[in-house]
């Protein structure tokens, strides 16, 4: 056994050149090719054989330099080069807290949903960091290239739905059996459907939005001149949380208020519990004193004899 690369033999004039399958882009290599008697279609094979060559040093010496880069950095050089995507991903997530500010009448009357957000964001942000990491990788071996967008990100996105398809299962179910009617009077077993239907499909888009970004916030970095192993991790997590926590908070206010059980009790106790429950904060003495949607709900349910 040699790992001496196996050269192909001379051929001698009487047998002409060598076939187009077995054309050889560098030394030790014979990239095999179905035999075409058109002269015209070797041609081809060969210049876009040496065109992905080329492409794939050109990805190599980028990567090179981007290593080298950070690698002979000072410490207060690496945090400058790291730190604008922190702030945009500061940024980005100031968006998400507002979000999460405009439905806290929701929040109040179902706890749970405040105890699963933690968990689809922590899911979908590992299946988003998994694919840029992968993306990441195939950018330095040349296998993925910023101007092949779209064939880079479908294989992504393809796991990315197959992935939240099966958490979509596994968080439902959980999330059906945790809000159960295990004690009477507490829930019901339409409401605790709704629920895991509405934390279901918010798992399954946070998921796909995550597969998405995390495969487009590499490409988009290497394209547009960053180093997409500094760039790609925090430009993904932001990405994924706004959009997802906007959906799964916007869902779930649409569905549990029309189709839920509202906890199969009144909100707060009574009704002087649930109207207190809609008070917000006040910052100056013109800003309302309760929330619409909230007061609409404590209505709802005195008027159903729940409160």
């Known amino acids: 056994f040699s ?40 041609v081809e094979v060969a210049i876009s054989q040496k065109k992905s ?16 880069a950070m690698h002979s950095a000072s410490t207060l050089r690496r945090a400058w080069m790291r730190l604008p995507a922190i702030l945009i991903t500061f940024m980005i997530e100031m968006v998400v807290a507002f979000v999460i500010s405009r439905y806290q009448d929701t929040l109040k009357i179902y706890p749970l949903l405040i105890a699963f957000q933690p968990v689809i964001s922590a899911v979908s942000g590992n299946v988003g960091l998994q694919s840029s990491s992968i993306i990441v990788r195939n950018l330095a071996l040349g296998i993925d290239s910023e101007r092949r967008f779209w064939r880079a990100l479908l294989p992504e996105f393809k796991v990315g739905a197959v992935i939240a398809s099966t958490m979509t299962g596994v968080v439902g179910a959980t999330a059906l059996f945790w809000y159960a009617p295990l004690r009477e009077g507490e829930h019901t077993w339409s409401g605790a459907v709704v629920f895991a239907l509405t934390i279901g499909l918010g798992i399954f ?48 206010a649409f569905l549990l208020h029309r189709f839920g059980d509202h906890g199969a009790a009144c909100a707060g106790g009574d009704a002087g519990g649930c109207l207190e429950l809609c008070r917000l904060a006040v910052g100056n003495p013109t800003a309302a004193l309760y929330t619409p949607q909230c007061i609409q709900s404590c209505v709802a349910d005195i008027a159903a004899g729940v409160c």
Not at 53 to 68: F, I, P, Y
């Open 3 to 42: 790992l001496k690369p196996q050269l192909p033999a001379a051929r001698s004039p009487e047998e002409g050149p060598s076939p187009a399958s077995e054309m050889t882009p560098f030394p030790g290599a014979t990239i095999r090719v179905p035999e075409v008697s058109d002269p015209n279609v070797n």
């Open 53 to 68: 060559l080329r492409e794939a040093e050109a990805a190599e010496r980028a990567a090179h330099t981007d290593a080298v």
């Open 205 to 252: 888009v946070s998921m796909l939005i995550a597969a998405l970004s995390g495969t487009a916030a590499p490409l988009l970095s290497k394209r547009l001149g960053f180093d997409p192993s500094a760039m790609a991790g925090p430009m993904e997590t932001a990405f994924q949380d706004i959009a997802g926590s906007t959906f799964l908070l916007a869902m779930g």
